[in-house]
């Protein structure tokens, strides 16, 4: 036997071997792992202190026992990791949710809420909404300390929507389109009819009649089929007439409800910015030091032009604030802090019970 036989023998048993170890590694490692059971539930909910409590470790495991799911005794190899997350995540304040099993037994559920900007209790609505514009009810018992926002506003979504407010509203803005289109859809036959209408009456303006001479006709008789054609034609064009003004009423009707659902989109979309407006008036609100301490409450409503409009109450004095629109948000503050420092200093801070901000170059103040 020749040196590289010897070579390739030797290589050949070499990994023969190293395939046997892995195979009996990986056969003991999984004997192991069916061996080995859930010693310990570990909970971290991230961010918890710093922005409220809207999950907390408690309320997890009573979810998870609450489920049906075992954990702590349970073989590691019998866990349902991903039914624990898709249990959490149903919330919609859990913004992440991770659960694994470190190599000792512990079953690691890594929290990560999300972060409310608001919390909206107006006309029955009770929801946090973040920065983003993500809607979701408010649980029971939390204690986040956001501004409020009340009145008779009605945001862009329905009362138990749970999810990101711009799908939302291009969900329903589809709907919308499909709708128009099925409108448009239930024309057609009109059309065709309408077409058809047309034609029988040019068809009518054709129509003649001629002496027959060969049956020797007398003027009496032609006359009378004269007049007879003359009737039935009168008769036939009321009749397309008429045929012609409903059918150009129900596509007219059908194009009416297209205006209507064009002013749904329309109206869908104004409700949807004014809602972002909102969402930046707040942060604006929150970004200052002096108005974040000042502003207790936000009350919003919409006017009969259907425009956003709110009233803010202060900390200081008893009156309210009407701001208005949400536009010119800068400049209506700037005007408020000066009438502040130089008005309601000198005259009292319960001179007033209305402070009007909402028109330009000027406060209007009701005692």
């Known amino acids: 036997m020749n040196s590289r036989t010897v070579r390739y023998v030797v290589l050949t048993l070499l990994w023969v071997s190293v395939a046997a170890y892995m195979l009996y590694a990986g056969a003991t490692a999984r004997r192991e792992r069916k061996a080995r ?21 408690a309320k997890v495991r009573r979810w998870i026992a609450a489920e049906g799911i075992k954990t702590v005794g349970t073989p590691v190899s019998e866990v349902d990791l991903t039914g624990i ?11 992440r949710v991770a659960a694994y099993l470190s190599y000792e037994g512990t ?23 973040t920065s983003e514009g993500y809607v979701f009810a408010a649980p029971q018992a939390s204690s986040l300390y956001v501004p409020v926002v009340t009145g008779s506003y009605r945001p862009p979504f329905a009362d138990k929507y749970t999810g990101d407010v711009r799908r939302y509203v291009d969900e329903r803005l589809r709907e919308i389109d499909e709708r128009i289109a099925d409108l448009e859809r239930e024309k ?28 020797l006709e007398s003027s009496e008789a032609f006359d009378r089929r004269v007049e007879e054609l003359r009737e039935k034609k009168a008769s036939l064009r009321r009749a397309y007439r008429y045929k012609g003004q409903e059918i150009r ?25 004014d809602f972002m407006k909102l969402l930046t ?12 301490s000042e502003v207790v409450q936000i009350a919003a409503y919409t006017t009969s032009s259907g425009a956003l409009e709110v009233e803010l109450v202060p900390r200081s004095g008893r009156f309210t604030i009407r701001f208005g629109r949400l536009e010119r948000v800068e400049e209506k503050f700037d005007k408020l802090l000066r009438f502040y420092r130089r008005g309601l200093s000198v005259l009292g801070w319960d001179t007033y019970r209305s402070i009007d901000v909402r028109y330009a170059g000027q406060v209007v103040c009701r005692r």
């Open 107 to 129: 079953l690691h559920v890594k929290i990560s809420q999300r972060e409310p900007l608001l919390r909206l209790l107006t006309d029955g609505m009770n929801a946090y909404v």
């Open 188 to 215: 057609y036959p009109l059309y065709t009819a309408e077409l058809e209408n047309d034609r029988n009456t040019s068809a009518l303006r054709r129509m003649r009649i001629k002496r027959q001479w060969w049956r």
């Open 281 to 292: 008036f707040v942060e604006t609100v929150e970004d200052d030091d002096f108005w974040r």
């Open 85 to 95: 997350e898709q249990l959490i995540a149903r919330n919609g304040f859990v913004d």
């Open 249 to 273: 009423r129900q596509i007219e009707h059908l194009g009416e409800e297209q205006e209507a659902e064009r002013r749904k989109q329309k109206k869908l979309e104004k409700s949807y910015e």
């Open 37 to 57: 059971k859930v010693a310990r539930l570990a909970i971290e909910v991230v961010d918890s202190t710093a922005h409220g409590h809207l999950v907390s470790a």
